[in-house]
């Protein structure tokens, strides 16, 4: 249903509104699903832009050993833009893993670049301010929010969703 | 609810189910500390049940008997555990006795168990004997304490009735000390009433005088009889007076002489004047030895002194009778005057002595209360008894102490608290529970779960 209300090359970005809810996770499986379906798909994360404190943990290393992703650390909104560009080019999806939008600005940045936002929600957590406010956020600065995926506990755990994930070209095949 | 939602809230919840569970390992370590029993000793109680086929005649006791559903009431009571605490020395307290003693009653039987938690083996056998010995004895008191009560008061109604006798006693004698012939009259132990004692002084003066008569008819004879003795007793006195016996022989032969001189002879013969002088010299000389001899005495005669005797004899008993008419006229008098005023008397004496009829019957009536009450008393404390049947001996090692079930159930309690409040709490808090929740956030429909 999603791959056919996508224009080819599209952009989406997975985020959040709350650590641990499992964007990552969801990427992978969209870019598995896409990969299946004879879609070319890259997948560059955004954890570490933020830097500090909210950085890494919710991406693990193994995202960068899987051929088609990009641990990627943009030093500027161009730079950026520039990135996804080049990416279009050479694959049908790019997949941007983005921290949660009340967290870090560069999320709702690269939602404005893309064609559609996915949320993850974990299924079972506690309703915050931070819900309200992404969804806010998001339509403040004119993101389109395609959907949220519900993600049981067990799904939202990165490594063993990462261990999965298979097949993908290294990164310097995809960025070429 | 299921298992896994469960599950899921006390996950949620960890922290809340944590502080819980933190407090309940607290408090069952607290408890743990304060009480400590190791050792357990059994002693048994039977109780005896009342026999209704009592042919020995001796008084039943009306107290129901003591069940056995009742005997776990009386190892609570203050009493027993009082008592449990001082044949410990003192080592524990009543309260604290209170949670180391168990008994138990099998179904169908009169016996029962008493457990008892020591700290020590020692402490654990004395116990358990003590509440044993204790319950016992508290039953025998439970038992015949009515009794001792009405036996209490029957005793203080005696001494109180006891004392009534005594004053009645004392009014009585007073009376009798003060009213002796009412005191005859009623309670002397002659029997004799004043009137009676009358008609027997009457009868006693009558007879006396009858015999003051016969003694002054016996006086009368013996004085004549002295009288006819007493000429004989002159002339036996004269004749044995020689002076008197001449001039009297003289006398005769004078007069003699004179008389043939003045038959033979005229008035003028010489010497008849003076024979007639001789003779009248001689008589007169005669009647003066007569007045001598008579004004003599007597009594040396045996005749006369014997009349003399005999008269006196009967003057005496005259004299006797007379003096003891006159003792009976006064008695007889006194009698007659002390009937006349002692009618008062013999009333009040005579309701004083019914009011301690009265007194002496209630209190025979209270002393056959008071044997039938002991009786009741004996009957209570032998009849439907509770016994020891069984003393401790040893204690042994108890697996099931109060800390290991104080702890075993505060943490179940801890537990059930903690997961019913994680269950609260999770039902309180606002989650991602089903898509429409999602949609309802987020504004945007639910693409898909991933498990």
Not at chain 2, 38 to 50: C, F, N, R
Not at chain 2, 416 to 427: D, K, P, R, S
Request: proline share 5%; glycine share 6%; aromatic share 4%.
């Amino acid at each position: 249903m999603l791959d056919a209300r996508l224009p080819a090359p599209a952009v989406l970005v997975v985020s959040a509104a709350c650590d641990r809810d499992g964007p990552p996770t969801l990427a992978c499986g969209l870019a598995r699903a896409f990969a299946e379906a004879g879609r070319r798909t890259v997948i560059i994360s955004l954890y570490d832009l933020a830097g500090g404190e909210s950085s890494s943990p919710a991406v693990p290393d193994e995202l960068a050993t899987w051929g088609g992703a990009v641990h990627y650390a943009p030093r500027g909104l161009r730079e950026m833009s520039d990135v996804v560009s080049d990416l279009q080019s050479t694959h049908d999806v790019v997949l941007a893993v983005a921290p949660p939008v009340p967290k870090d600005p560069i999320s709702l940045q690269i939602s404005r670049l893309a064609h559609g936002v996915l949320l993850a929600v974990r299924l079972g957590r506690k309703i915050t301010t931070d819900d309200e406010t992404t969804v806010t956020q998001l339509q403040r600065v004119g993101a389109t929010l395609l959907g949220v995926v519900a993600m049981h506990h067990e799904a939202a755990d990165l490594k063993r969703r990462y261990n999965v994930a298979v097949g993908a070209p290294p990164l310097e095949a995809a960025l070429n | 609810m299921n298992a896994k939602s469960v599950y899921e809230a006390v996950a949620h919840q960890r922290w809340a189910v944590g502080i819980v569970l933190g407090i309940g390992i607290a408090v069952a370590f607290m408890l743990a500390v304060r009480t400590a029993p190791a050792y357990t000793a059994s002693s048994s109680v039977l109780m005896v049940p009342a026999t209704s086929n009592d042919n020995s005649g001796n008084p039943v006791s009306t107290t129901r008997p003591l069940l056995s559903d009742d005997l776990p009431l009386l190892v609570q009571t203050t009493a027993v555990l009082q008592r449990v605490s001082q044949d410990l020395g003192g080592s524990l307290q009543p309260d604290a006795l209170y949670h180391r003693i168990r008994t138990q009653v099998y179904q169908n039987s009169n016996v029962m168990t008493i457990r008892f938690f020591g700290i020590t083996p020692k402490q654990a056998v004395s116990g358990a004997n003590a509440v044993a010995d204790e319950v016992v004895g508290q039953y025998r008191t439970i038992a015949t304490s009515r009794y001792d009560t009405l036996a209490a008061d029957i005793k203080r109604q005696l001494e109180r009735r006891q004392g009534d006798l005594r004053q009645l006693d004392a009014d009585l004698q007073r009376a009798t000390v003060t009213y002796p012939y009412a005191q005859d009259a009623y309670g002397s132990a002659e029997g004799v009433s004043v009137s009676t004692r009358l008609g027997q002084l009457q009868g006693e003066h009558d007879e006396l005088v009858a015999k003051l008569s016969g003694d002054t008819a016996q006086a009368s004879v013996t004085s004549n009889r002295k009288s006819e003795a007493l000429p004989l007793a002159r002339a036996q006195a004269a004749n044995g007076d020689p002076v008197y016996r001449n001039l009297r022989e003289r006398y005769g032969r004078d007069a003699a002489d004179l008389r043939r001189d003045q038959t033979e002879f005229s008035s003028n013969y010489p010497g008849l004047a003076e024979l007639q002088d001789i003779v009248g010299r001689e008589r007169a000389g005669l009647e003066a030895d007569e007045r001598n001899v008579a004004g003599r005495s007597f009594t040396a005669t045996q005749p006369y002194a014997d009349a003399l005797a005999e008269e006196n004899r009967a003057l005496s008993l005259v004299a006797n009778d007379r003096a003891k008419l006159a003792r009976l006229d006064q008695t007889i008098a006194l009698a007659k005057e002390q009937l006349s005023g002692s009618s008062s008397a013999r009333t009040m004496i005579s309701a004083l002595r019914r009011e301690r009829q009265s007194a002496e019957a209630a209190y025979q009536l209270l002393s056959t209360r008071l044997i039938t009450t002991l009786a009741d008393r004996a009957a209570a404390a032998s009849t439907g008894s509770v016994m020891v049947f069984d003393h401790a001996t040893y204690a042994a090692p108890s697996p099931y102490t109060r800390p290991v079930l104080v702890t075993t159930a505060v943490m179940i309690v801890a537990a059930w608290m903690a997961i019913t409040l994680a269950i609260v709490l999770e039902g309180l808090a606002r989650r991602f529970r089903t898509a429409v929740i999602i949609e309802r956030v987020y504004g945007a429909p639910v693409l898909g779960v991933v498990r």
